[in-house]
């Protein structure tokens, strides 16, 4: 094999637990020029450390050929995914590393020319692949945090690409929270005290305002929310679903609780997503 010939030792293939791969070989155009790569995570036989993720590139002899290795964060593979997050012609590969100790890891690879480089590094404990920033055939990372500290609450940090390269938005803080927090347009928890009227009159001037901009949204009522892309249900400031107002009506008990206590039949009936 390409892999065990370019390491010049026997490699162990490694199998994801969850994600879009239940393979350790992926394959997949990670530059964007047209051609598919290969992605493999394995460990090395001789060594208990940590997993290893190679690219290979296909050779003009219908073989493979190793460009590039990066040694993971642990000897787990928790999950493995992956999304245009740099533009529609390209793909990079999510990586979520599993400790011993129950600890998550997200890292972000991205291949180029220039070679394999993480794009993101850090701990986590749920994530969301979504356009949230209405880029042309492009997706968003969103990531939730641990907390610093037991109660802490609910750490939200956004990877975004732009024109000047990729940017990690600043995190939120939602604190040891129970309702909803909505990825889409609008601002803060002062929408839980206006009536409904001033609530739908706001929020539209919001968007107005707010464009094609990401925005985050704390709230209580789940009409603040309701047509948000994505929604977070959060119990004493835990991920408890996420998805669409629909999608959420189908699946997550505790927002089908909120939402019954809340709405009419014909808003329990929309589909939501939709301003």
């Keep these: 094999m390409a892999l065990n010939s370019a390491l010049g030792v026997t490699a162990t ?3 994801p637990a969850s994600g879009d791969f239940l393979s350790p070989l992926l ?3 990670w530059d964007g020029d047209g051609q598919d790569e290969a992605a493999v995570l394995y460990t090395l036989d001789a060594s208990a450390g940590n997993v290893y993720l190679a690219i290979l590139e296909p050779t003009e002899e219908n073989g493979w050929r190793v460009t590039q290795t990066a040694e993971g964060l ?3 593979v928790e999950s493995v995914n ?4 740099r533009d529609e ?10 400790s011993a100790q129950g600890d998550r890891y997200m890292v972000v690879y991205l291949y180029t020319e220039d070679g394999l480089q993480i794009i993101i590094k850090q701990a986590y404990t749920e994530m969301i692949l979504a356009n949230l920033t209405g880029g042309e055939g492009t997706q968003d990372l969103v990531l939730a945090l641990p907390a610093e500290q037991e109660g802490g ?3 939200l940090q956004l990877l975004t690409n732009t024109e000047d390269g990729f940017r990690s938005a600043q995190t939120l803080a939602i604190g040891d929270y129970s309702g909803c ?10 929408f839980s005290a206006l009536d409904y009227k001033t609530d739908v009159a706001l929020r ?19 009409s603040t929310v309701l047509h948000a892309n994505q929604i977070l249900v959060l119990e004493d400031g835990r991920i408890v679903g996420k998805g669409t107002h629909a999608q959420l009506m189908e699946s997550c008990p505790a927002y089908q609780e909120i939402a019954r206590s809340q709405l009419s039949n014909k808003e329990l009936d929309l589909k939501g997503g939709e301003a």
């Design 13 to 15: 293939l490694k199998y």
């Design 27 to 29: 394959f997949g155009d």
């Design 74 to 76: 642990s000897s787990e």
């Design 82 to 85: 992956t999304a245009h997050l």
């Design 89 to 98: 012609n390209s793909l990079q590969i999510l990586v979520g590393y599993a």
């Design 153 to 155: 609450g609910l750490n």
């Design 181 to 190: 927090a909505a990825l889409h347009a609008g601002i803060g928890d002062s």
């Design 204 to 222: 539209r001037a919001l968007k107005a305002e707010t464009g094609d901009a990401t925005v985050i949204i704390v709230a209580q009522r789940i």
